[in-house]
């Protein structure tokens, strides 16, 4: 941040808006987007002219880094309304030191703190009506940083854009998961780049994943990819198993993602009591509870769905089915984690960031 004036936040309304062709009860996740979003240009060594703006298509060179060598991070967030008109986001802090962290080590330059917040929450005032009251109902928004600069040599861009969009979401329920444990693809090698938010890890996962579905399973859950004897995590959930009481997850390294929502979960569990095993889950392990009647549940933790429970799961050839827990473990970190985003619980840890109007 060479020079204060050239992060001067500009604000350019939209003459109209789309709000009214929206019909806010049958969204679709990730399909409709506001009137605005905010852009930010990084120039000569500096990030500069951050705009907030109408929302609208992007003109980019056809040899732009990102096309050819997916040099792009992004993150995934909500905001949510309380009963008073009040807009919340959840640990958005956590969402900004992620993003800086996987731009990092994509050799993306860093984003400035204070421009984030005050481009992130001007957006979120221009775009209020957006946000709609009543539990369920969000704003998913979506930062996300390219590599603009022309030129295909295989190096890191020196010219970059910075954008947050955000779309409307409705808590949805998704139809019944069933995942299958992955014994021969993987998602993320040590060393590599897998606990970062990098545009190509997800695009890595849409060829197996079909295979799977082919085979009756939504999503896939990525074993190590050295033995495909650990369970990792589900590709843009990170993932719980009760055994009995006490739910086991494995714990964040290079490979896996260092989930919000995670977190979150473990802190609440902690707080409540329920035994949390951060440790290695070996796949023969949940096979075996399976088979002896011991595993409770499968869930999913992530922005999108929050907690997305799975009822069944399959490992070489043989499918499981779990039994619904009267006293579920998901049903009760969901409503939990709802509670404190929607300001109707208490927030003892300090994870509610209100928007200022
Ligand atoms: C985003 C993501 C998650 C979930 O992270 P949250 O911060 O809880 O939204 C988990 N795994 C992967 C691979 C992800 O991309």
Known sequence: MKNGSTLQLEIEKASTSKIDSVDFDNLV??????DHMMVCDYKNGEWRNPKVMPYGPLQLEPSARVFHYGQAVFEGMKAFKDDNGEVWLFRPQENFERLNKSSKRLAIPEFPTEVFFEGLEALLNLDREWIKQGFGNSLYIRPFVIATE???SASPAKEYKFLIICSPAKSYYSGEVRVVFAEKFSRAANGGVGFAKAAGNYGAQFYPTNLAKEEGFQQ????DANTHEYLEEAGTMNIFFRVGDKLLTAPT?????????????????????ITVE???????????AAKKGDLKEIFGTGTAATINPVKGFGHDGEKFELEDQEDSYAQYFKTKLMEIQYNIAEDKFGWRYKVKK
Request: no cysteine; glycine share 6%; hydrophobic share 45%.
């Open 220 to 223: 896939i859950i990525w074993t």
């Open 278 to 288: 951060v440790r290695r889950v070996s796949v023969k392990e949940i096979v075996d």
């Open 253 to 273: 390294n290079d490979r896996i993602l260092d989930g919000v929502t995670r977190k979150s979960v473990i802190t609440l569990a902690e707080e409540n009591d």
């Open 29 to 34: 996740f990730g399909n409709i987007f506001t």
């Open 150 to 152: 022309a030129g295909v």
